[in-house]
Structures are given as structure tokens and as C-alpha cells.
């Protein structure tokens, strides 16, 4: 059975920094693309971050040049460093992984909270 496990969430000052990971387990396939997605209290879930499985990174605007995404394929993992964290980032993130060859499917973790305080 495949599952993805986020961990690293956390209460962080403005200001401060965070570093999210992501495990895959039960994975016999390929892990295609992978993304961060976040939703705060009352809004919908977003798209943080995508990563290739070549480690072709794409950020949404709101976040560039302060989170980098990475992965590492061998270890099956992904990880989000959050840097100049602001009381907006606050919400749960989640790991989301494009898994198959021929045919893929999305898989999606549980969530971990990050709250960042003013």
C-alpha cells in the first residue's frame, strides 16, 4: 500500500524557517512528478511547489525565492525548505505524488501544520 508521510511542520516567528519532508513508502513503480499543495483555515488547497522527477523545480509566485523545493529519488523523498516564512504561509501542507509508468496516479498525504506567528 502505498502512503506519503509529511513531516517537519511546526510553529515558527515570522521570519523564521522550516523544512518540510516527504516520504513515499510501499512504492514498487516510479515516482513522476511530485508537488507541495497547502490549504489554510476557510480557503481552498493550492499548489506550493512542483518538482520533476529530473529535479526541475516550479514555484507559484507567492513563494519564489524563498522556499526551494528538492527530492531525492533513491531515498523516495521530497523536501520543502521555507525560508523568510510569513504569517500568510500558515496552513496545512501537503505531499502529493504523480505514481506509475504506463499508468499513473495521484497519491496524496495526510497534511502537516505549519503556523508561522507575527
Known amino acids: 500500500q502505498i502512503q506519503l508521510v509529511e513531516s517537519g511542520g511546526g510553529l515558527v516567528q515570522a521570519g523564521g524557517s522550516l523544512r518540510l519532508s516527504c516520504t513515499a513508502s510501499?512504492?514498487?513503480?516510479?515516482?513522476?512528478?511530485m508537488r507541495w499543495y497547502r490549504q489554510a483555515l476557510g480557503e481552498e488547497r493550492e499548489l506550493v511547489a512542483s518538482i520533476s522527477r529530473s529535479g526541475d523545480a516550479n514555484y507559484k509566485d507567492f513563494v519564489k525565492g524563498r522556499f526551494t523545493l528538492s527530492r531525492d529519488n533513491n531515498k523516495k523523498m521530497m523536501y520543502l525548505q521555507m525560508n523568510s516564512l510569513k504569517p500568510e504561509d500558515t496552513a496545512v501542507y501537503y505531499c502529493?505524488?504523480?505514481?506509475?509508468?504506463?499508468?499513473?496516479?495521484?497519491?496524496w498525504g495526510q497534511g502537516t501544520q505549519v503556523t508561522v506567528s507575527s
Open positions: 510501499g512504492v514498487d513503480s516510479r515516482i513522476n512528478d
Open positions: 502529493y505524488a504523480d505514481i506509475g509508468i504506463i499508468k499513473s496516479r495521484g497519491y
